[in-house]
């Protein structure tokens, strides 16, 4: 009997938010799952922005990001990433309630379709990682 999940590329995530406790959690859960996450960690934007630069645009599947963030928020990663790869997915993930409709008149530039609410068991995460890279 052979092991098939090598044959399967990884889902490359980047996860980018100001509590390392958090982004430890992440990438050590979802690594640990049988999906075959590869996850890079970013505790700040600007961090994040350095690291895809060293890649080609379409190296990561999804960016995850948090909103709140010192220095540069992640709605504003969000709008330098979308200037450089407009096709990069991207998913919010925020302790915070969003009314999706609420959001879009304040910032109608930005088309976010997923936004996560913390707290998510990592399950749950998993399924909508998964649901967010596969749809086109």
Known sequence: MTDNSSDIDPIKLM???????????????LEADDIAFKVDVFHSSEL??????NHP???????LTDIRMPKM?????YR???EKNPSMKIAFITAFEIN???????LPSIDV???IIKPISMSDLIVK?????KRS
């Open 15 to 29: 996860v980018v938010d100001d509590e390392r406790d958090i982004l430890r959690i992440i990438k050590r859960d």
């Open 100 to 106: 999706k409709d609420e959001f879009n008149k304040v």
């Open 57 to 63: 645009k379409d190296y990561y599947d999804l960016i």
């Open 73 to 77: 928020n992640g709605f504003e990663l």
């Open 80 to 82: 330098r990433i979308k």
């Open 48 to 53: 994040a922005l350095q690291e895809l630069d």
């Open 113 to 115: 379709k997923d936004f």
């Open 129 to 133: 990682l998964i649901a967010i890279v």
